[in-house]
């Protein structure tokens, strides 16, 4: 099922994956695909945190977290919401995927 916000946004996917979820179901499955994309293969010794910048997310890989958030999480990320802010770290995105998913998850 797909719904719509009032600017025409999709607000999750067809499939539905988002909805069924638990809060750190959720969390953690926005965590894994944000940090197998940007994570710097050459930086075996840093650990993120979930307030750490991410600075290995260029465009394309911008683009590659949200063809998987749409697939796996079932949200739609709006060009109006492609900023700095709701990408420079992994509890950003986080928040960003929570606030699209419908039924307060």
Known sequence: MTEQSSSGDVVHG???TAPGMDADELARRVTSIVLEIAADP???A???QADD???GLDSLALVAV???LEAEC????AS?????ENFQS??????LVRSKVPYGV
Do not use: Q
């Not at 109006?80 to 700095?84: I, L």
């Open 80 to 84: 109006h919401e492609v900023v700095r």
């Open 74 to 77: 079932g949200v739609t990320v």
């Open 46 to 48: 840093h650990s993120y």
């Open 90 to 95: 992994v509890a950003a995105v986080c928040e």
């Open 14 to 16: 067809r499939n539905g």
């Open 53 to 55: 910048l991410l600075p």
């Open 66 to 68: 949200m063809v998987r």
């Open 42 to 44: 050459l930086d075996d």
